[in-house]
DNA sequence: TTTCATACTAGACACTGTCAAGTATGAATA
DNA sequence: TATTCATACTTGACAGTGTCTAGTATGAAA
């Protein structure tokens, strides 16, 4: 793995740290190694990121800023497009999806920052949801469509993803395809 | 953690194992500390278990046998039971639902048990999708409605289980009947 | 010229999974 | 009865890890 060492130490470990994650997953990803490959001291990241929970916590909050970014983007295909950019957000940026959505890895309330960010996308989807079930549903509705909106796209995201979902549908046409068309059902039992 | 050692090595194992996985997640698995629980040598558990991957695969494949049963268990109240029993025994076999779902855990090809059980699970779910279509279904269709349904369990269950979302909806009236209108909504938009 | 924060380096510690080799025991076999 | 052999461990060592503590170089501010 090489890298621009041009670059200042805390975005080298970053790109580091999310590459590992994306190829080998969250938990394969060592700070010792990491340093090695940036070629500094074992303890050096350790400066930027204060323990391995810091790198997780940066990486989640850059996560879920991108999210936000991707969802904002997507914001005028309604539910069934911000459904759709959730799913091909995961697949396109695993490295940081599979740490964002990991608690154990980092517990988030002890990064005010990454909180934001994640409430930031969070309110995103639940806007849309609200806008779209229109004036008269109850906040329990809501709630409930948004919990429903959001299982579909972070399920059909994370088994694509880690789960044996592609393998077991293997012959459908396209992932792309199954993507839309989930998202499609997902919207299907919506009120319009 | 106390256990009943009178048990055979590998059940007490089995047994912290996914108490730990549980109560902790499968990250904190030590198995030198699941060793020293159980009174044992530091390497007694690899004997039966040949390496971590080991235990995990073990952990899967009596996880995925106790999920065939909750789906048949509820068989009978048709896609939308089997969604409910599927985010319902994630919640209440956490500890075994957290290692089937992480492929970096082990890789389960390497365990042809572990994928049978897998199989036999993901096959009641796409008898049942099959049933519930109809004769007339593609399969095509048939394979979109499977990933669209499983999406929406193991969406639910891993964000109750692990994500943010029993809090960001804190206020619904009940975890419990969140399940059963997310698994409603699921079945919504399919043909009756 | 001194003070001080920043960005590291260096060494040690406890802990981990894993490899290799040894031991006790009970059943099967000759 | 004596030997063989698989099972179920124990013991010791090794490299690798995150983290704690302490030290160092450097450039800006006072």
């Known amino acids: 793995m090489s890298v621009a060492t041009s670059d200042p130490l805390r975005r080298v470990v970053l790109d580091v740290a999310v590459a590992i994650s994306r190829d080998e997953g969250p938990d394969a990803i060592s700070l010792r190694k990491v ?3 940036a ?3 074992h303890q ?6 204060g323990d391995r929970a810091g790198i997780f916590a940066a990486i989640a ?3 879920f800023s991108k999210l936000s970014a991707a969802l904002i983007a997507n914001h005028n295909d309604g539910i069934s497009g911000m459904c759709e950019a959730y799913v091909r957000f995961a697949l396109e940026h695993a490295g940081h999806f599979r740490v964002m959505m990991r608690n154990d890895l980092c517990d988030l309330q002890n990064y005010p ?3 934001f960010q994640a409430d ?6 639940l ?5 779209a079930l229109g004036n008269y549903a109850t906040d329990d509705d809501i709630k409930t469509h948004t919990a429903f909106i959001w299982s579909v796209g972070h399920g059909l995201a994370t088994l694509l993803l880690d789960g044996p979902l592609e393998k077991k549908l293997e012959g459908i ?3 792309n395809v199954l993507i839309s068309r989930v998202a499609r059902l997902a919207t299907a039992s919506m009120p319009r």
């Open 127 to 131: 806007e849309a949801v609200t806008s």
């Open 113 to 115: 920052s990454a909180v």
């Open 61 to 63: 909050e850059e996560g």
């Open 39 to 41: 070629g500094v001291s």
């Open 120 to 125: 930031r996308a969070f309110n995103l989807l």
């Open 35 to 37: 340093a090695r490959d």
């Open 173 to 175: 046409a396209d992932v």
């Open 44 to 49: 050096a990241p350790y400066h930027h990121f």
